[in-house]
């Protein structure tokens, strides 16, 4: 069996923040990073936003990103909510890279500007981003495990965590969950 991608502490992903914060394209690469712990998205679902996808006609930021079959894993669409914590990194993120197009992607790079990351490449920066941070053992699927085994550490019902996730099977979603030693200690404590 494939070893999991880490789950990250809250202290980890500070450190990976910090990191983030001492290099070139600090603020794409938080957002980017942050969508993924935030609202759970996969890397190629990352790589595929536009600039429509997240801002409406009004200039406005939308509370659901709405992705189309092309986006996502598989041959369905989905929705992403986006939170008030994800809401604020895609505020200042849209104020230093201001929208063009609605069908550019939303994040840039250096090569390719309107076309933005493919998946792959989306995956190798992650890679590097926890790399350089020292994070052992942390991929581009980290942050999606993070955000799902944070929610069911909350108590979210793993019915509502498959559908964040846009996962078809309760099965799937189980083998995201992570659990530690402060989770069975605290779950014990509710008996």
């Known amino acids: 069996m494939p070893k999991q991608a880490k ?8 450190r990976v923040l910090d990191y983030i914060a001492t290099r070139p394209h600090a603020l794409r690469n938080r957002t980017m990073l942050l969508t993924t712990h935030y609202a ?13 996808d997240v801002i409406d006609l009004a200039g406005q930021l939308r509370n659901e990103i709405r992705l189309d079959a092309q986006q996502t894993k598989g041959s369905d669409g989905r929705v992403v ?12 993120y849209l104020r230093s890279y201001p929208p063009t197009k609605p069908d550019d992607r939303l994040f840039y790079t250096q090569k390719r500007a309107g076309s933005g990351f493919t998946p792959n ?3 190798q920066h992650f890679h590097y981003l926890y790399k350089g941070a ?3 053992g942390a991929s581009s699927h980290s942050g999606r495990r993070t955000f799902i085994t944070n929610l069911a550490a909350k108590g979210v019902s793993v019915r509502v965590l498959m559908s964040l996730a846009g996962h078809r ?4 979603t189980q083998g995201y969950i992570d659990t530690n030693e402060d989770m069975m200690r605290r779950a014990v404590e509710l008996v």
């Open 40 to 52: 759970g998205m996969r890397v190629g679902e990352v790589a595929n936003l536009r600039f429509g």
């Open 81 to 92: 909510f986006v939170n008030a914590k994800l809401k604020k990194e895609f505020e200042a």
């Open 134 to 136: 020292g994070i052992e």
């Open 121 to 123: 490449t989306l995956a």
């Open 169 to 172: 099977s309760i099965s799937t």
């Open 7 to 14: 789950t990250l502490t809250a202290q980890e992903l500070r």
